[in-house]
Structures are given as C-alpha cells and as structure tokens.
C-alpha cells in the first residue's frame, strides 16, 4: 500500500552518546548506502501531452506497455511555459511584444494549460529490506500521480509550496522498466490579468505565486507557472527513511571573526519514518569533523518518531558571517541511521553554518536591529522576486544572481511575498556569499486586502481572507520551514508583503508551527510591520519608488528599516538589444508610456530631466549610457545616505528592488541575461564596510565604519580635479574610526562650489592607511550651479593605455593607465566580450566597473568568469571620454 509521509511526533530514546572518532575504534560499518548514490534526479526522459488529446486514465497511461508515440518532449524542472518554448512552440515571451502571442489562460481556459506528464525510467526492484521512495519538490498546481499502472495519491493534491513524498516499493516491477503519469491542472482561480498587481487578485485564492497574474513590474505568466516545477527525486534506503534532519546553533556572547572562539552548542535532531509492520532497532548519529554524536532508540512499526540528538559542545568552531563582516565557514553534518548490526540504514547530508541570529529593539531609531554572533549588523538589503518568472533555476544561475550581491557589498535578500519560498540551491548560494534572507509567506497587500483597488474582483473583506484554503497554507508553511531551516542565511521569516495572514493563520504560525518546528528566526508578522520598522512618517506603504536627486536621501528621513525603497535600473544599449526588436530603438516619449509599446509593455522607469542634466540623448544608445551615470549615482546616494545616519535614523534598508524575473527596464543591478548596469557598481562602492563619502547638502566628508574593529592613523585625501585635469588638493587629515561608527569630519563645500560653479567638476575622496594602502576610493562627479554637467559635455579625450593579461585559469588582470597633463579618463565601461562578435561574454565578474581614472594614475581591474570562453574572448573598454577598444588577453 502506497502512503503519503506525514510527520508525526512519537519519540522513545534508549540511551546517548558523544564519541570522538580519532580515540575510539569504531567497528567498520557496511555503507549500504554510499551517499549520494542512493538519490537521483528524474531530470530527463519527459514527455507530455495536453489533457484534450487524450482519453485514457492514469491508470493506463502509467502502464509501461502504453505507447506514448506523438507525445511531446517535456521540461521537467520547468512549466508548461518551459516546454513548449523549448519545443518552438511559442516565441521568446521576454522578448518584444512576443508575451502577447501567447495565450493566457484566463481566455484559452484552464484546460489548455492542463497537461499529463510521463517518464519512463530504471530502477532494480528492492531486495532485502530496501525502500524505494518518489520525491516532488514542488507541482503547481494540483496533481494526480500513477506509477505503473497504480494511483500513489487517493486524491488530488494541492499547493504549490508542499513536497510530496511516496513509498513505491511494492510497485517496482521485477524488470525493473516503470512508468510514471502525473496529471498536472493549473491553480483555480486562475485570475483574471486584467492590470491590476496580481491581476484582479483572485490567484490569491490559491497558495501559490501571485505575479503570474502581473504586476507594474511584469506582465502575466500566462500558464501561471503551471507544471512539475522542482526536481522529482528517486531515493532508496533499507527499511526506514530519515526525514528533515535539523540542526541548530548556539553561539553565546560576543564574538569577533578573526579571533579565537570560545566553545559552541550544537542541537540536532531527526524524524525517523518506520514504513514496516516490525520494530526497528538502532541509533540515529551525525558525524561533524571527527566527532559521532549517537542516540539509541526503538522505532515503532508504520510510526514516525522525532529523535533528538544530545546536545554537542564544540571547541573553537569557525564562525559564519554576513558578507562584509568575517568568513562564511560551512560544515557536513553526516546524518546516519544504524541498526543493531551497524549497518547503516540510511543517510542524509546537512551543510550549515554554526552562527546565531538575534534581534534588538533600537529605541533611538524606533526598528529592529540585528544581531549575528552577538554583534550589530547594519541591514543593506535587496528585494527579490524569484531568478525567473517561469521557474528556470539552475544552481550556476544562482550562485552568479548571489555573487552579484555580494558584489554589490549588499548583505541580506528580502525575498517578496508574490513570489515563492526560495529553493535549496538559491540558499546555498546565500550560505556561500553570506546573504542573510528575509523569506516572505505567499500573501500580498494588494491581492489579500490591504487597499481598496478597482481591478480587483471581490471586495477588502473577502480578500483579507484569502487563500481559499488556509489549512493548506498552514501545512505548506510547516514543510518549506522544514525544508529550509537548517541554512545559516536564512534570517527571518515574514508573514507576507504588507499585510499579515488572516488572523486564525497568523496565529498558528505563531503560537503552534513555528515554536515547535524553528524558534531561532525571528518572525516578521508583514513586511513593513512596527515591530520591524515603526511607522512614524505616516504611511500605508513603503518607498519612494521614483528617481530622486542625490540629497534626497541625505537629508529625508524614512522607514527605519525600510523594506522597500528604489527606482530606475535600465541596461546599456547592448542590454536593450537582447529583447527590444531594432525598429523599436527609438528615444523615449510618449510612446514609452503606452502599453501597445515594448517599451511600456516592458515597464521602464522614468529618467527625465537626470538624464538631460548630462545634455539632450542624440539617440537611445546615447540615453542608455547616460543612464548608467543616473544609475551609479542614485544608489550609490540612497545607500550613502542611509549610512550618514546608521544607528541613528537607520538600522537597515532593503532596495527595491535588486533583479527582474524578466525583461523589466526598472528596479534592477543587472538585467535578465546577467550583464550589470552601472546600480551595481554604485552600490559596490557605498557599501565597502570602511567607506569616505561626501554629504551633498552641506559639502561635509563623511566617514562610515561598518566593522567590528577601529582604525588607526588613516589618512583623508580629497581632491578636486576639474574638467582639463587639473588638481587641486582640498584636504588632507589624519583620522581615528571606532568600530559600527560613522564620523562626519570636515566640509569641502565652500572650496568646491568655487571651483565648479561654471562647468563642474571631480571629487576623489580617499582613505589611507599607515602604509599607503588604499583602503576606501570614492569618486563623484559635480555638477555646475545650474545642477547640469555642463563641464561633461566639453571633456577633452582621454588616451589611457590598457594591459591585460591572464593570470591564473579564468581569470583576467586588466589595468588602465591615465598619463600625466591629461583629463581623468571618466566613467570606464569594461567588458569581456567574444573576439568575432564583440558581444559580451556572460556572465562575468568585475572587482570593479565604470571606473574613472585619475591623471598620472593606473587602475587595476579583475575579471573572473566561469566559462572556457575566456580565452576566446577580449577586453572592451570604452568611457564617456575614452574612445571604444579592444585588447588582446595576453596569456601568463
């Protein structure tokens, strides 16, 4: 008999034990098992066919002897979507107006989107006491499952964020030659895509993403992401199967990164599912280093039972850190059940991070603080919606979206409401970047309630009820916990963006789920809660969401730890090629603000007059480089401002917001196809942990310490440069920094107004330490007293000099030389790029970009990519007064 794992909570412990392997002579084991031999994917071999060309039952089609002829080839991970763009069945919908092309589901009906799934795979029946076990790690949105000729699921399951797990042992047939059927069927309601955010808000119904029905950032997903979206997984054991291993950390008192550390606490348990009509008898373990932590314990027959591990005092563990703070260090948790012959039964791998995440209320600032290893953490955080709208994850793709982030000296990812519960492989990305995440449940305020909203089709009160189902909300809340608890990114859970679960939801995950299952992250009721971010400037939202000057963010005081405040982000021209069609390259008007445009199809912020300030665009090439100056100096100046008042107005802030699902022209760092824009290099350099900058309103030179040590006898420099390159030293003064600090130090306002009041001018502002080392390089370009950068527009050429070289395998130096007598060679776009086509190679990482030069000078720049393309490939380099070359990589 088939059975669907619950997670009962039944324990009997027999005894314990802590051994440390390297004294003890432990009795070789027979690993039955060798992990990870006993998991594998079912990633290919899938084909599909719409529900309206078949008439067999489940039954029947999961027969192996059913021909499947004329069956389409099927993307699984992926959605409906998924497969037929990967079967040219549909255009590119992220490309032009192609999305309009397709169907939505809201007219075609939820039939046409309705698809049966089939594999047909290998595996040797079990012998002995071996188990064989189907995993799906997420279908959206119902689902009726049959494996050679027999249904697994009495009935139809529901909820996009809910694992399934079945014990298929008794039908693997001797040949070992199966077949596997799965019904997929859409969410219902689909909503209706009427442009409205979530559409007209009744995809809330469901437990699923609500931005399949658009947002003012996305157009409609028009299968709504229908499908076997997450991996299915064939898993043996013998006998018994391991369930969401949990391990946990304490870390008391205060700690330093690079100091030695004092001994930690590690708690760990298991629930352990006994499938058999018979006791089994053993101990559950894990292995960390060289130590076994063990506990015996009896299984009762077809019972689950949650062991708990005796607590484990580790000596002077490695710490894990957010970014900018200390190392990430990670362990293996080796997870074994044994039985009473030593035989290992089953086994599961954790990697974690030993930390501690704790949080303060700040009474200055009226907003949570946060605390990681006993030490404050100022928050500079991005929003983020999902890698891609139609599910297309890869663990490559995620781990170069979080090196970005890291890149971008960020620290935290809120990850939104509207969207999902992030997968495994994202938070291996965040565990290996040190991103703390913010992980938002499935709710939304304009889908679930909070305004009144026309496009919507029921009224406030019905919406705030939302979803239909809340015992699946709940259920689905308990398993993604499970799923990713144990990460150490993992910071915070969040009831939804902007408004709280219904109140009998909220109190169960309160009250019952959460301090049973995790009471190490602190839970956020909503996204902008007061307990997170006291509401004292009097709004229902967050925000701004609109371009505004610099100063703005200096001298306005917002949320206290805003989750949400950002603008602009369009690519370059060569970004803007990849999905705007070339007879639509046109300057923007009004025509941009026009849906039936791609380029209001494609939701674009509006740069207006921060772009003129640089002088009229002659075309959208013109506009877009442009824009990357706006870029840079926008968020560089909403960070830096932020900073200006850390511990004061701010504990934290998170943009909104830092990448797109799709081919949006807005709140981004990098585009669709992973090439940054000028934000990212912005942020990278106000969010350096020690970091000078300058105050636009009153002209003072501010220095902010982020890092749990001081500094001694550094030195400032600020020099002004004017347009010809000529120098002018405005200060120099020898400063102390005490540690999570920020200084204002002295202003240069008056001196530069002077300067710059024709044309404008630089700023190269400086920090130095005893030894000359660079240890913060801030660059600002200054407008004339008219707010236009008049002096921009007359800069004389610049002839720098470029090397580059390879210096270790897929990595590239690249250095550029600004002589003497000459401008600063300004605002320097380096790309990697194929030597036949000049397009660039991506994705690739810069240690800097859109750099300028100072006179006299040379920077140094690193390139690293993943790809062998690299020695294929050239060094583009072109500035707003640098003209366009290319160099040859010179080998070692």
Not at 247 to 259: H, Q
Not at 693 to 709: A, L, Q
Request: net charge negative; proline share 6%; charged share 20%.
């Amino acid at each position: 008999m088939c059975k669907r794992i619950t997670t009962a909570s039944i324990f009997l412990i027999v005894s314990s034990t802590i051994i440390g392997c390297a004294s003890l002579n432990i009795p070789m084991r027979r690993n039955v098992l060798n992990y990870p031999v006993n998991l594998r994917e079912l990633d290919s071999g899938w084909v599909c066919m719409n529900i309206g060309d078949l008439k067999s039952t489940g039954e029947e089609l999961s027969t192996p002897s059913y021909p499947l002829s004329g069956w389409m080839r099927a993307t699984v991970p992926g959605t409906v979507l998924t497969t037929l763009l990967n079967d040219s069945l549909i255009p590119d919908p992220y490309y032009g107006m192609n999305n309009k092309k397709i169907p939505d589901i809201y007219d075609a009906g939820r039939k046409y989107y309705t698809y049966w799934f089939a594999n047909n795979f290998h595996e040797q029946p079990p012998v002995d006491n071996q188990r064989v076990w189907l995993h799906f790690r997420g279908i959206n949105y119902g689902c009726d499952i049959y494996l050679n000729g027999h249904r697994l699921n009495k009935q139809t399951h529901y909820g996009m964020f809910l694992r399934q797990t079945y014990d298929i042992t008794s039908f693997i047939p001797q040949d070992g030659d199966n077949r596997l059927a799965v019904l997929v069927f859409p969410p219902d309601p689909v909503g209706n895509p009427n442009g409205g955010q979530g559409g007209d808000g009744t995809i809330a119904r469901n437990v699923s993403s609500q931005y399949t029905a658009g947002w003012d950032w996305i157009q409609p997903i028009h299968d709504r992401n229908t499908g076997i979206w997450d991996k299915v997984i064939i898993e043996r054991t013998f006998s018994i199967r391991q369930q969401n291993p949990h391990v946990v950390t304490v870390v008391p008192g205060k700690r330093f990164p690079e100091a030695p550390q004092a001994p930690v606490i590690i708690k760990a348990s298991a629930e352990i599912y006994n499938p058999t009509d018979k006791e089994v008898h053993g101990a559950l373990e894990y292995i960390l280093d060289s130590v076994v932590v063990k506990k015996e314990v009896v299984l009762q027959p077809d019972t689950t039972t949650m062991v708990q591990l005796p607590d484990y005092t580790m000596k002077n563990p490695k710490l894990w850190w957010p970014n900018g703070y200390g190392r990430q260090a990670l362990y293996r948790f080796d997870f074994q059940f044994l039985n009473d012959d030593n035989q290992i039964l089953d086994e599961k791998i954790i990697t974690t991070g030993i930390r501690e995440i704790q949080t303060q209320w700040n009474d200055h600032t009226r907003s949570r603080q946060v605390l990681v290893n006993g030490q404050k953490i100022f928050i500079k955080g991005g929003d983020w919606i999902t890698s891609d709208a139609m599910l297309r994850f890869s663990p490559e793709r995620y781990d170069a979206e979080l090196r970005f982030h890291r890149d971008m000296n960020l620290n935290l990812i809120r990850v939104w409401g509207g969207g999902i519960t992030e997968r495994p492989e994202f938070y291996d990305a965040c565990d290996k970047y040190g991103i703390l995440v913010f992980q938002d449940f499935w709710m939304s305020g304009d889908c679930n309630g909070k305004w009144t909203d026309p496009k919507k089709k029921e009224d406030q009160w019905t919406r705030r009820n939302y979803p239909d189902d809340h015992l699946l909300f709940l259920e689905s809340v308990a398993d993604q916990v499970k799923m990713i608890r144990n990460h150490p990114s993992l910071a915070f859970y969040c009831g939804g963006n902007e408004i709280a679960p219904p109140e009998d939801i909220l109190a169960s995950i309160q009250d019952s789920l959460l301090p049973e299952l995790d009471t190490t992250r602190y839970f956020f009721e909503y996204s902008n809660v007061d307990s997170m971010s006291y509401n004292f400037i009097g709004r229902t939202g967050d925000g701004p969401y609109w371009l505004e000057p610099v100063r703005f963010f200096w001298e306005n005081r917002f949320f206290p730890f805003n989750s949400e405040i950002g603008s602009v982000g369009m690519g370059d021209y060569e970004s803007l090629e990849r999905f705007i069609p070339q007879q639509d390259m046109t300057l923007p008007g009004p025509a941009w603000k026009n849906m039936d445009s791609v380029w209001g199809y494609h939701e674009p912020g509006w740069y207006g007059s921060f772009i003129d300030a640089y002088g009229k665009p002659m075309d959208v090439k013109d506009y877009a480089d442009k824009a990357q100056l706006v870029n840079y100096d926008e968020y560089r100046g909403l960070i830096e401002g932020h900073l200006a008042h850390m511990w004061d107005w701010y504990t934290g802030v998170i943009i909104w917001k830092t990448q797109n699902p799709w081919t949006a022209l807005r709140g981004q760092m990098y585009d669709h196809y992973l090439d940054p824009n000028g934000g990212l290099y912005g942020l990278h350099h106000a969010g350096e942990p020690l970091h000078v900058m300058y105050n636009p309103i009153d002209g003072m030179t501010t220095v902010v310490n982020e890092t749990f040590r001081p500094y001694h006898d550094i030195m400032l420099q600020a020099t002004a440069y004017d347009i010809a390159g000529k120098d002018s030293l405005v200060m120099q003064v020898l400063i102390q920094m005490s540690p999570t600090s920020v200084q204002r130090i002295e202003p240069v306002k008056k001196i530069l107004d002077t300067l710059f009041t024709a044309h404008g001018g630089f700023l190269s502002l400086r920090l130095l330490d005893t030894d000359r080392k660079m240890l913060s390089d801030n660059f600002y370009w200054l407008p004339d007293s008219t707010g236009n950068y008049t002096g921009l527009q007359q800069m004389p050429k610049a002839n720098v000099s470029v090397t580059a070289r390879v210096i270790s395998p897929l990595k590239i130096e690249v250095t550029i030389s600004d002589p003497a007598g000459g401008p600063v060679a300004f605002f320097n776009r380096i790309s990697l790029v194929h030597s036949s086509t000049k397009k660039r190679i991506l994705p690739v990482f810069y240690s800097d970009n859109y750099i300028s030069i100072l006179p006299g000078e040379a920077k140094t720049i690193f390139i690293d990519t993943k790809s062998d393309e690299t020695m294929n490939g050239v060094v583009s380099i072109k500035g707003w007064n640098v003209e366009q070359g290319y160099y040859i990589v010179s080998s070692k």
